[in-house]
Structure formats: structure tokens, C-alpha cells
């Protein structure tokens, strides 16, 4: 199949799809996990991201896609000076991924036909300024994890290996997917994802067959869905790119910081790396619904994504940390609270 | 509506659709012994529209993606790659997919979603909890059980020529009726998975192709419901709702009521092709939901793939070696270790225009891999103190694996009672599949003692087949009074208990056994004694006191 399916015709799933959409406007949120039962179109949903950013610019020819021919590592040899717009890319890593192909190595072809020592670099080269995408991320072998952990955390990816020497950037919004039956997530990987969502299958009956419907028109009449949709996913990217330049304008008043800390101190989340992460997401929030200034309606609404995989599990708590952090939410904000202020 | 098809004819309808739409189908599940009824079946695949290749459990990622083809790229001197099997749109049949890992059910998920692939998986699983992997079963539409069909059954074979079918199957009409009604039956059913009614619609189209219909009719969505629904149902349709619906509840949705008042929210199809996957439905679904055990409830088992060391784990440096047909070349290092020597060795041997590469210069790779851990733990349930100590045994092994991630740990639970023990838990590291497992659990009865060091032996040893290193963690109160056998003989019980101690301890099983009585009991210690175990009186012992003793015990 050539075109992904449009992701405005992707039915409910509301939160996914903020979520999504949030990491578009700030990649600095760090990227996005997605868990979920199967068939709740958790991959169609990355897949249909991808098509739907907007275009970078990047030197032509450059392995890292580097948005200035200064920056562009010197071991690539790029000559070109020329800038060429490309599509974000958006990199799957498959589960059964080598090393080798994660971080680059040895080029093996021209080290047996020329005898060269030449650098061949990887998936995470490719991904840098955009996504890297990990399909059934629990399940990933944990020597890649490490190694993903390791740049995700630093932004940039070093080889010392086979006699080489060799830096590059490396930042990219990672997303991941997975069913939670078949595995936990290893905590500190679990940490390096900004926002987490999970999906369920929607339970009413009629978006369960708008589903269906869109997906058989989307197979079987492609031409004009293709095009009923286009249009929306265009006016969508539109709204993106206007909230990315918005982004620099935007207010946050102190108030909000300081909400943002008594949301984080109330839920007991490890690190200053959840509050850090509700506040960028609060941000990107405001900026797409077009207000100037960040808000606590702003907070609430991404609080959960931001928050829900922060906690510290209490096993012997039945009610999920999605219901936790909703409680809290209410409890700091709801109109109780309003009133007393 | 048309009567349900005979397991035969269904098999051969299902052959038929896999002809017209392999891809679109993403394949078949076919559950069946090796046996003359499936060697009839698989002789038939051979015409399916896509190249054939067979896979296995065992297959490793150079097979499937493809890889460095290593003697040719060394004996021609440059690089020569091999295409791996899911380059190209093919059919794959895997065989013995009941013991197909997680990790490449997922590989094979992903192939299926989006290369043009279709899988046939020959699932022989004898047990019913050995089966396919759900990630997997979900993308299959159609599912066949050829277990009870006798030889005499298997009659005809499918006619040949499906190219017409395929040629109208792009031009065939969907009513958007029909497609609400397949949606709405597999809610009926309990079908989460929105896989299931796309599968359908496929196969509803494909059903149409075949019977030459210009848009897919009422009765080729019944056959497809009854292929791709039946086996998915996850309970018995509920009544409708009270606002959706105005007809009173039936009991028995089997029995027909369309001469009943119906409101006009549901249609006469939908009611059919309900029908249709109620006939379909397995004989033991109602067996099987009782149970509290849908037929997607285990994961991972069968999967018996046993660790090796030099396969996979963290990478260690590698070494020179031999390569003995086990263990793998490293071949960057081979290289680099050659490299410094080329101009010298091409003036020894000016002829030879490849690179030099002499069996001294072979390095192979090693890797490292510390086993996974699974902490048994073996519950008393029996007598008054049963449910607490229960409940504190459930928040001790979600407390552990809440924990433990870092420490790579699987949890089992059984609890013995009554004259027998069960298995609770599986060997699992999932904290949403445990809670779910554990939501209810019995007590009360007499203490089989016996029988439960039994039910942690045999997982000890499946445990320990599939690479993993068992502990057992015995929480009881008192004396062991059910022998083996089940009879109420507190001697011959005693002597059991002690026999099944011995046979843990021969083993090499580490373990541990816990009081959790208001007086130390002289005959636990004894056990423990027997079992070269700790023993650790730990009256009133709560979840997180009992976490923190098992994990203590064990890791020193």
C-alpha cells in the first residue's frame, strides 16, 4: 500500500491522537507510547502521522539530515551545499534490528572491495530530526534498549567500534507501541517516552462500524476517500505549523509553573522530569488551540499522558494511574478548589 | 438462512477464499494434528496464487529479512547479500506454530500488516492453552480445527481455476447494511479486536467473487461470519440494550424470533448472520467462558525454545575460534584481524585477487545471558486462615513484579486445597495478566501438601526446560493431612510431602518455606529440612513484609 491511511479518518481515539499531534508542534516532548489490546489501529495511527507532518529542510544528500551544511558531520562528506525539502522521516526499527543496523558500522562493502575504512551509518542517523517508530516495544531485545536509552538521553550517537570514531546527532521523538499482556516495559525506557496513551477499542456500536466503513472505503474505493480526506489532514498539518511558530509567543504565567508542581508533589511522580514534560506539552497544547497564554485548562488536559506512566506503581491499588492522576487533577483544579481561591 | 456447513466443507470453502484473497485474508489457523485429514488439507495450498515458502519456530531474523551470505561474499571477494523470505509477497506456512515465540509472532504480525504476506499457521497443539500466539491468531481471518474429522470425512477436493474470482473480486460491492451488521455481530459476540470484522468484510467480498454475485449478498456475510467469527466469540450475545432496543430479553438468542415485534434499529441479516456464528460457535466455548478463560487467555505458553549461550544475551568481545557450525563468525573483527596482513599475503600469493583470509584470522562472536528467574510460589488454601493468606500471597507476587522488572523475574502461583493443587498463575511477568488471573480466588478444604510440591515440581521443570532457574516459595500453616492420592491419611500424607521434598531437593531447586501460623509448627521445619531450605515463622505476614523475606531469602 502506498499512502498510509489519513489521519483525520482515523475514528475516536481522541487521546492518541492529541498526543500525536503535541509531539508534531515540540518534538522536545520526547516522543510518545501508545499501549494498547490488538487491532485498535495503534501502528495505522504512526503510520498516518507520518504522512501527515510537515516537511523539513536538510542539507541534499546529508546521512543525518542536517538543517545547515555546517552541521553536517564530517565523516559523511557531504559536498552539496544545496538545502532540499524532505519529508520528516519517520524510522521504523524493526524488533528483530542488529546492532549494527541501530547505530551504524563498519560499511563491510567497500572495507572488502576497497579496503577503505568507511562509516556506515544507521537507523538512528536516518531518524534524527524525526521519528523513530518501535512496533511491539516491549518486546524489543534489552541490549538495543540500552543502546536507545543511551541517545535518546544524550541527542547524540557515538561509535567506538571496529576502529571507528564517529559522533552524530541523533534526536528524534521516539514512539512506541505495544500490548501490555505480552510484557511490561523496563522502567527507565518507560521514563525516556514524554507522553504515554492508552487505546482501547471503541465500545459503541456505531463508531465501530464508521470504522470499519472507512477502513473498506479506504481499501476498496482509495481514490476518493483519498481525496475526502486529504483535504482535512491538509488543514490539520496547517493548524501544526501554525502552532509550532506560535510556540516562541506563548506566555507561561507562574501561576501555571506552580501548578504544574503541586499537580506533580500531590501524585508522588519520580523526577522533575514529569513536570518538565507536562509543562511542554501544556505549552504545545495552548499553542494549538490558539490562546496566548498557558493555562490550567491546558495542564488538565494533558496531565494524564504527561503523568500516567511517572507514577510509582501501587500494585495493590486497583484503580489504573489513568483514574490517579484524573483524581488529582480534580482534586488541585476542580471547582472546589476554583471556588476557594 | 443456510444450514452450518460440515467441518469438511468448511475446510474446503475456507481453501477456496484463501485461493480467491490470500492477502486480504492475511491467511488461515489451522488447528490440527499431523494426520491424513490434514495432509488432504495441505496438498492443497499448493495452488495458491503467491510463492510458498515454510518457516519454522526456530527461524532467525537473517532467514526472514535476509542477510550477509558469508562464504560467497569471502570467496568472491565482494559483498553478496541474501534476500531474506519476507523480501517478496508470499504464503508462509509455519509449522508447529503452537510453539511460536513472541518475538517473531510479532515479525510475522508486521509482515502481515503491511508487505502482502499471508501466513497458513499448522498449530498442533495437543493442550488447549498451546496455541497460537493472539498477536497472530488476530490478523488470521479464517480458522479450521481438523482434530475429530475422520478419514472417511475428507471427500472431494476444490476445482481449480480461481483467476476469474480474483479478477471480479476488485468490482465487488460492499452494502453498507451488511457491513454495519458484521460490525454489529462481532460486538455481539465479544470480539474486541476491530481486526475481526475487516477479516470479514474480506471474506465476505472474496465469498462474493467466488460465487459470481455483483455485491456481497445476506448469505455470503453468514459464511463469513461462521468462518472468521466463530472462533473469536468471547461470550454469547447479550440481549440488547433496553434504550437501543424494545423487545424484551431473550433468554435463548439461538431461538429465532424474527416473527417477534422487532424495532427498526436491527434488520433481519444481523439476526442471521448471529445465527450463522451461533452454529459455528466451538462446543466447549460455554466450557471454556465458565472456566473463566477465554480462548485468548494464555500467552506465551508452549513456546519452548531452551537458551543458548552463544546465540544470543549482550555481546561480549569476540574471540578467535573455529567455527564449529554452532557458533557465529564475527565478521568485522575476522576482517580487521586479516586486514593488517593483505599486502603481505598478496605477495605470497599474487594469483589469488580476494582478500586473504586464512582460518587463524576467524573470529567468532560470544554473548552473555543471565537467565531468567521464576519465583513459584506454592499457597496453602486450605482451612480458615485460607483467604487472607491468599490475598496477601496475590499482593506479595504483584508486589514482585511490580519490583522486579530490572531483576528479570516470572511469577507462578499455585495454591493447594481440598485434594488437589492448581495451578494459578502461569509463569507470567505481566502485572495486567496477573491481576486478572488472580481477581478471584477459592479457599477452604483440607491441606494436600503433597500434591502442591508436586504442581511446583512440574513447573520447576517446564520452567526450567525453557532456560529459566526456579524458586520455590511454600506459604502454610500447618501439617500436611491429604495424601497424594486424596485420601484423608494424615501418616501417609506426612510421608508424601516428605517423598515430594526429597524429589525438589534432587532437583537443585532453591526454596524456602514460610510459617505463617501463630506458633511455629515442628513438622514445617522438618520440611524444610528435608528441602535444604530456609524456614521463616512469619505470623500475620502481609504482602509487602512477605516481598521483602522472599526476595531476601533468594538473592543471598
Excluded at chain 1, 543496523?101 to 560499511?107: F, K, S, T
Excluded at chain 2, 500436611?480 to 515430594?500: K, P, Q, S, V, Y
Amino acid at each position: 500500500m502506498s499512502q498510509p491511511f489519513p489521519f483525520s479518518a482515523i475514528v475516536g481515539q481522541v487521546e492518541m491522537k492529541q498526543a500525536m499531534i503535541l509531539t508534531a508542534i515540540d518534538p522536545g516532548i520526547g516522543g510518545v507510547l501508545v499501549f494498547g489490546d490488538r487491532g485498535t489501529g495503534k501502528s495505522t495511527a504512526v503510520r498516518a502521522l507520518a504522512a501527515l507532518l510537515p516537511e523539513i529542510r536538510a542539507v541534499e544528500g546529508c546521512p543525518v539530515n542536517s538543517a545547515r551544511p555546517d552541521l553536517c558531520p564530517d565523516w559523511a562528506k557531504v559536498v552539496s551545499k544545496k538545502m532540499i525539502s524532505r519529508p520528516t522521516p519517520v524510522v521504523d526499527l524493526p524488533l528483530g534490528v542488529t546492532e549494527d543496523r541501530v547505530v551504524g558500522a563498519l560499511d563491510i562493502e567497500r572495507a572488502l572491495t576497497r579496503g577503505e575504512k568507511a562509516f556506515e551509518p544507521g537507523l538512528l542517523a536516518r531518524a534524527n530530526r524525526g521519528y523513530l517508530y518501535i512496533d511491539e516495544v516491549n518486546l524489543l531485545e534489552d541490549h538495543i534498549v540500552d543502546l536507545l536509552l543511551d541517545v535518546a538521553q544524550s541527542g547524540e550517537n557515538v561509535v567506538e567500534r571496529e576502529g571507528l570514531s564517529i559522533r552524530h546527532p541523533a534526536r528524534f521523538v521516539l514512539v512506541g507501541s505495544g500490548n501490555p499482556e505480552e510484557g511490561e516495559l523496563r522502567p527507565q525506557l518507560l521514563d525516556r517516552f514524554g507522553l504515554s496513551v492508552e487505546v482501547t477499542s471503541p465500545k459503541d456500536i456505531d463508531s465501530r462500524v464508521e470504522v470499519i466503513k472507512r477502513r473498506d472505503a479506504f481499501e476498496n474505493d482509495n481514490a476518493a476517500f483519498m481525496k475526502r480526506w486529504r483535504m482535512q489532514d491538509k488543514k490539520l498539518r496547517g493548524r501544526i505549523v501554525e502552532a509550532k511558530a506560535a510556540l516562541n509567543l506563548l506566555k507561561t504565567p507562574d501561576s501555571t509553573l506552580r501548578d504544574c508542581a503541586e499537580l506533580c508533589l500531590a501524585l508522588g511522580a519520580d523526577g522533575l522530569r514529569g513536570e518538565l514534560t507536562m509543562l511542554r506539552a501544556a505549552r504545545a497544547q495552548a499553542a494549538f488551540v490558539g490562546d496566548a497564554e498557558v493555562s490550567r485548562d491546558h495542564l488538565s488536559a494533558v496531565a494524564p499522558m504527561a503523568l500516567r506512566h511517572r507514577l510509582r506503581r501501587d500494585p495493590l491499588d486497583e484503580a489504573g494511574s489513568a483514574i490517579r492522576v484524573a483524581r488529582a487533577v480534580e482534586e488541585l483544579f476542580g471547582p472546589l478548589r476554583a471556588a476557594a481561591e | 438462512m443456510l444450514p452450518p456447513l460440515d467441518p469438511w466443507q468448511r475446510a474446503l470453502l475456507a481453501l477456496r477464499l484463501l485461493h480467491v484473497d490470500p492477502v486480504g485474508l492475511g491467511g488461515l489457523w489451522l488447528r490440527a494434528r499431523p494426520g491424513p485429514a490434514r495432509e488432504a488439507f495441505t496438498a492443497q495450498l499448493a495452488g495458491l496464487p503467491l510463492q510458498q515458502r515454510r518457516i519454522h519456530p526456530g527461524i532467525g531474523d537473517v532467514e526472514l529479512y535476509g542477510g550477509l551470505d558469508l562464504s560467497a561474499t569471502l570467496g568472491a571477494g565482494k559483498l553478496i547479500t541474501r534476500a531474506g523470505i519476507l523480501a517478496e509477497p508470499a504464503v508462509l506456512t509455519l509449522t508447529m506454530a503452537e510453539r511460536c515465540p513472541a518475538g517473531l509472532a510479532a515479525r510475522l504480525g508486521q509482515a502481515l500488516d503491511g508487505q502482502g504476506c499471508a501466513l497458513v499457521a499448522l498449530d498442533e497443539g495437543a493442550e488447549p492453552d498451546e496455541q497460537l500466539p493472539p498477536g497472530l491468531a488476530d490478523r488470521l481471518a479464517l480458522f479450521l480445527s481438523l482434530d475429530d474429522l475422520p478419514l472417511s470425512a475428507v471427500s472431494e477436493t476444490i476445482a481449480g481455476d480461481f483467476a476469474a474470482a480474483r479478477a471480479r473480486l476488485p468490482r465487488v460491492a460492499l452494502p453498507a447494511a451488511i457491513l454495519a451488521d458484521l460490525a454489529t455481530t462481532a460486538a455481539a459476540l465479544g470480539i474486541a479486536s476491530l481486526r475481526a470484522p475487516l477479516l470479514a468484510c474480506a471474506a465476505a467480498r472474496a465469498l462474493a467473487a467466488l460465487n459470481d454475485h455483483g455485491a456481497v449478498e445476506v448469505e455470503d456475510a453468514q459464511r463469513a461470519v461462521e468462518l472468521v467469527y466463530a472462533h473469536r466469540a468471547t461470550m454469547f450475545p447479550q440481549p440488547e440494550d433496553p434504550e437501543q432496543d424494545q423487545t424484551p430479553p431473550e433468554p435463548e438468542p439461538q431461538q429465532d424470533d424474527r416473527d417477534q415485534g422487532q424495532s427498526d434499529r436491527i434488520d433481519i441479516p444481523d439476526e442471521i448472520l448471529l445465527e450463522a456464528a451461533l452454529a459455528a460457535l466451538p462446543r466447549d466455548l460455554l466450557a471454556q467462558l465458565a472456566a473463566g478463560q477465554s480462548s485468548r487467555a494464555t500467552a506465551n505458553s508452549g513456546t519452548g525454545a531452551a537458551r543458548k549461550g552463544n546465540r544470543r544475551g549482550r555481546p561480549l568481545p569476540s574471540r578467535p575460534g573455529r567455527l564449529d557450525g554452532r557458533n557465529r563468525i564475527d565478521l568485522v573483527a575476522t576482517l580487521s584481524a586479516a586486514a593488517p596482513w593483505q599486502p603481505m599475503r598478496r605477495a605470497q600469493a599474487p594469483h589469488h585477487a580476494a582478500l586473504h583470509i586464512r582460518p587463524g584470522d576467524i573470529r567468532v562472536k560470544r554473548f552473555q545471558e543471565t537467565s531468567d528467574r521464576l519465583l513459584i510460589f506454592v499457597v496453602d488454601a486450605s482451612g480458615s486462615a485460607a483467604m487472607a493468606r491468599l490475598a496477601e500471597a496475590k499482593g506479595a507476587v504483584e508486589l514482585l513484579l511490580a519490583e522486579a522488572y530490572a531483576r528479570r523475574d516470572h511469577v507462578a502461583l499455585i495454591a493447594f486445597r481440598g485434594e488437589t493443587a492448581e495451578l494459578l498463575l502461569p509463569p507470567t511477568r505481566s502485572l495486567v495478566q496477573t491481576k486478572r488471573r488472580l481477581a478471584g480466588l477459592p479457599g477452604g478444604g483440607g491441606t494436600p501438601l503433597a500434591a502442591g510440591l508436586r504442581a511446583a515440581m512440574e513447573v520447576a521443570l517446564q520452567a526450567r526446560a525453557r532456560g529459566m532457574t526456579p524458586s520455590i516459595a511454600i506459604l502454610t500453616d500447618g501439617r500436611a493431612n491429604i495424601a497424594l492420592d486424596g485420601t484423608a491419611d494424615r501418616a501417609l500424607a506426612g510421608e508424601d510431602a516428605t517423598r515430594m521434598a526429597r524429589l525438589l531437593r534432587a532437583q537443585n531447586t532453591p526454596a524456602l518455606v514460610i510459617d505463617t501460623g501463630k506458633r511455629p509448627a515442628d513438622a514445617l521445619r522438618d520440611l524444610a529440612l528435608v528441602l535444604d531450605a530456609p524456614y521463616i515463622p512469619l505470623p500475620r505476614a502481609d504482602a509487602r513484609k512477605l516481598s521483602a523475606v522472599v526476595s531476601a531469602a533468594l538473592d543471598t
